[in-house]
């Protein structure tokens, strides 16, 4: 796992809704070194759910993906496990279990960062799933589950004890959902607490927050989140700044939406006329552009590619008459 993490050291975080394959794409484009695929449910799987086992489907050129499976069935997350592993073969690079999620509809089911409560349940979880794989497995977690309550430490020694070969600390609690900010030196403490990998996460905006999350923590990775939401050229910050070379300059309007087509074209490629889905980061890509309030409202009507054009072109308008 060590020989994993010291390749691939700067990593793209599974989203719901985000880490599809055009995403995917733009971000190993940029530098990522390995991306994780979205939250796959492992009930999900065992229904044998055509639209789950899509979210496993490699982007072209994508050798290897990692995987994170959620779920709070030991029974149920082992053999979903084997059945990606048996599937997947070499494209698998590592799997990883979601115990770090906060959203109230994975919660309320006893999955994500609720098995930080169970620790018996989560041990369970991590040995039934090393028991049948042969790839890595890691968990992700948080803090600790209630405000003030950290429990990262203890927990990770347990999950290693399970059998975890790496683990993966965000810096906020569970019941923070993403409020405040990350508390880096939680992910320092479980560095110090346990003697497999550790990969920070939280809040890593540029280049020099990825470099002081390092120094910091001593973490052997950073992933990268929500920071890489309508910015993918974060990763290529991030490699420069690790590498202590000068940073990229940053995007200019045109660049930023000469990203935002091609990634509406991507999306088209993979999901046909419909992309729906590109409207959340067309307005992330737009975020502080000249003209993107107004544009706002339109996005939230746009369905097709030639639709997600029409506002580009108009942003781009207008960012030229401005200059």
Same mark, same amino acid.
């Given at each position: 796992m060590e020989g994993l993490f010291g390749k691939y050291r700067v990593l793209l975080a599974p989203m719901a809704g985000v880490s599809d394959i055009a995403f995917r794409t733009l971000c190993r484009e940029a530098g990522a070194d390995m991306a994780f695929t979205e939250m796959v449910s492992a009930k999900g799987l065992s229904f044998a759910n055509e639209k789950t086992r899509h979210l496993l489907a490699l982007a072209d050129g994508e050798s290897q993906v990692a995987v994170q499976l959620f779920g709070h069935e030991p029974e149920v997350m082992a053999s979903q496990a084997a059945w990606i592993e048996d599937e997947m073969g070499e494209s698998l690079a590592y799997l990883d279990i979601n115990m770090g999620c906060p959203a109230r509809k994975i919660v309320s089911k006893g999955d994500g960062s609720a098995l930080m409560k169970e620790p018996d349940l989560a041990a369970s979880v991590v040995r039934a799933v090393k028991g049948v794989v042969e790839h890595p497995v890691t968990v992700k977690f948080r803090r600790g589950w209630a405000e003030g309550d950290e429990t990262a430490s203890a927990?990770? *020694?347990?999950?290693? $004890?399970? #059998?975890? =070969?790496? &683990?993966?600390?965000?810096?906020?609690?569970?019941?923070?959902?993403?409020?405040?900010?990350?508390?880096?030196?939680?992910?320092?403490?479980?560095?110090?607490?346990?003697?497999?990998?550790?990969?920070?996460?939280?809040?890593?905006?540029?280049?020099?927050?990825?470099? *002081?999350?390092?120094? $910091?923590? #001593?973490? =052997?990775? &950073?992933?990268?989140?929500?920071?890489a939401e309508g910015n993918p050229w974060l990763f290529s910050q991030v490699q420069a700044a690790l590498a202590s070379e000068p940073e990229p300059a940053p995007p200019t309007v045109e660049e930023r939406i000469a990203m935002a087509r091609r990634h509406a074209e991507l999306l088209t490629h993979r999901e046909g006329r419909n992309i729906v889905r590109m409207r959340k980061h067309a307005m992330w890509y737009m975020a502080g552009l000249p003209g993107a309030a107004q544009a706002r409202g339109r996005i939230n009507y746009c369905t097709t590619l030639s639709d997600f054009d029409a506002v580009f072109d108009e942003l781009l308008e207008i960012a030229r008459e401005r200059s």
């Open positions: 927990f990770a *020694r347990r999950m290693e $004890e399970a #059998g975890a =070969d790496g &683990v993966t600390v965000h810096g906020r609690f569970a019941e923070q959902l993403y409020r405040g900010s990350a508390d880096w030196g939680v992910i320092a403490r479980v560095r110090e607490a346990v003697s497999v990998p550790v990969v920070g996460n939280g809040d890593i905006r540029s280049g020099a927050d990825a470099m *002081r999350m390092a120094v $910091e923590t #001593g973490c =052997d990775a &950073v992933m990268i989140a929500r920071g």
